[in-house]
């Protein structure tokens, strides 16, 4: 039970924590609010995570595609850590959410439906579109579609990514994170930052040149797979 309490709290520290990224959309530029954003997260994870976050080799000042792989519905915190502003891509119903649906909506995040139903633009071209409509933001997205909730990668992805890194010429940076260790969806519990250690490693940039949709995809998968094993077995 007292895990449980734990677990909605950061939840609702989480929305918190948006005011005043919220209060900003009304002042500001979207610029600033997603600095805004960046740093309440920041403050966030230091409170409740303490992630150490390392990169396994120096990343370029240019846009990149973030490829991460996703464990809970506090994973989205690690963004804080990254250089660029990012586009990020979320389930529709965030934007029903109180004060954090008000402003992923004014960052032009880029909604996903669940509903399988027909769109008029598909959701990998209009990440293509919007991405070349803001030049100067590089794109953050979960490959695996939703929560593993037993923490382990899933190698069945779909190719999304690996067109939008091709049709743009953008690197792909593999980040592999266990989030899911200290806040577990699946039991809706938290475990403090002192009883459990949170990584987030960077790998290395993959090149679009030359390479297919699914060499790409299979170059990231080899990837992952090697953090996995490597720094969380």
Not at 39 to 67: C, G, H, Q
Not at 131 to 138: A, F, I, N, T
Not at 148 to 167: E, M, P, V, W, Y
Request: aromatic share 14%; proline share 3%.
């Amino acid at each position: 039970m007292y895990q449980c309490i734990l677990y909605f709290l950061v939840l609702f520290s989480y929305v918190i924590g948006m005011i005043p990224a919220y209060i900003s959309t009304f002042v500001s530029s979207k610029e600033t609010c997603r600095k805004i954003i960046k740093r309440s997260f920041s403050m966030l994870d230091w409170i409740f995570v303490r992630s150490e976050y390392t990169e396994l080799s120096l990343l370029p000042k240019k846009n990149y595609i973030y490829a991460i792989n996703h464990q809970c519905y506090i994973d989205g915190w690690l963004m804080s850590s990254l250089q660029h502003d990012i586009l990020v891509i979320a389930i529709d119903y965030l934007k029903h959410i109180p004060i954090l649906g008000r402003i992923f909506i004014y960052i032009d995040t880029v909604f996903k439906t669940l509903k399988k139903e027909f769109v008029a633009e598909g959701l990998t071209d209009k990440v293509i579109r919007k991405l070349k409509e803001h030049d100067s933001l590089s794109l953050y997205i979960y490959t695996e579609g939703e929560r593993q909730l037993d923490n382990k990668f899933n190698k069945k992805l779909r190719t999304g990514t690996f067109h939008i890194a091709k049709s743009l010429n953008y690197d792909i940076v593999p980040i592999y994170q266990n989030y899911g260790n200290i806040l577990n969806d699946k039991k809706q519990e938290y475990y403090p930052s002192y009883r459990k250690k949170i990584k987030t490693i960077v790998g290395t940039p993959i090149s679009p040149e030359g390479k297919s949709a699914e060499k790409l995809k299979d170059e990231y998968i080899e990837q992952m797979l090697m953090l996995e094993k490597t720094y969380f077995s």
